[in-house]
Every structure is written in structure tokens, then in C-alpha cells.
């Protein structure tokens, strides 16, 4: 399994940005695929998951702004992320489980900063 995370960029607080991730080696409908973040100087945590079910779940200091959905046939999970914060900045890592193994992506850089 193999994740291909893209999007990431410089955005002013208060904008926009959505952050994808490329998933090979196994199906969506059978793989639950998570957002995690990690800002500097901190632990990485969980921002977002979407379930193989399609279920989905943010946590609640994104709740309201954050997105996750996902693209079966594309193989492609998104977040759509809004309303951006300074405290939002960090590497942006997509991780998803299958056969009791975690894969990881190698991460993309978002920047909220004007």
C-alpha cells in the first residue's frame, strides 16, 4: 500500500485549501484512510478520518471548517480544509490501515501565514 499526499501550500488566514491523497495498492471501499497533522515542535494528531464504510469524523478544533471525503474510483481521499488559522500550519500526513498494518504518506506542508 502506498499514499501520495499533494496540496499542500502558503495560504492567508481565512482561506482555503484542499489537500489529497493518492492511495495504491488497495480499494477505498475496503481501507479506512485518516488526516493527521503535525505542527512544529508538537506531536502529530489526528485532524480526520474516513472510514471504509465512507463514514467520516473530524475532530473538534477543526470541526465546522475541515472536510474529509474521498473519490473510490480515483482511489483519492481529500481534505477540504476552510477558514484557516495560523494554528492550522503544519505537515498534513495521510495514513491508512489495512491487513493490521498503518501506511503512511510521506506528509505536505500547509503554511497559514499572511
Known amino acids: 500500500v502506498q499514499l501520495q499526499a499533494s496540496g499542500g501550500g502558503l495560504v492567508q488566514p481565512g482561506g482555503s485549501l484542499r489537500v489529497s491523497c493518492a492511495v495504491r495498492g488497495t480499494f477505498l471501499a475496503i481501507t479506512g484512510v485518516a488526516w493527521y497533522r503535525q505542527a512544529p515542535g508538537k506531536q502529530r494528531e489526528l485532524v480526520a478520518n474516513?472510514?471504509?464504510?465512507?463514514?467520516?469524523n473530524v475532530v473538534d478544533s477543526v470541526k465546522g471548517r475541515f472536510t474529509i471525503s474521498r473519490d473510490v474510483a480515483k482511489r483519492t481521499v481529500y481534505l477540504q480544509m476552510n477558514s484557516l488559522k495560523e494554528d492550522d500550519t503544519g505537515v498534513y500526513y495521510c495514513k491508512a490501515g489495512r491487513g493490521g498494518y498503518d501506511f503512511w504518506g510521506q506528509g505536505t506542508l500547509v503554511t497559514v501565514s499572511s
Open positions: 474516513i472510514t471504509s464504510g465512507g463514514s467520516t
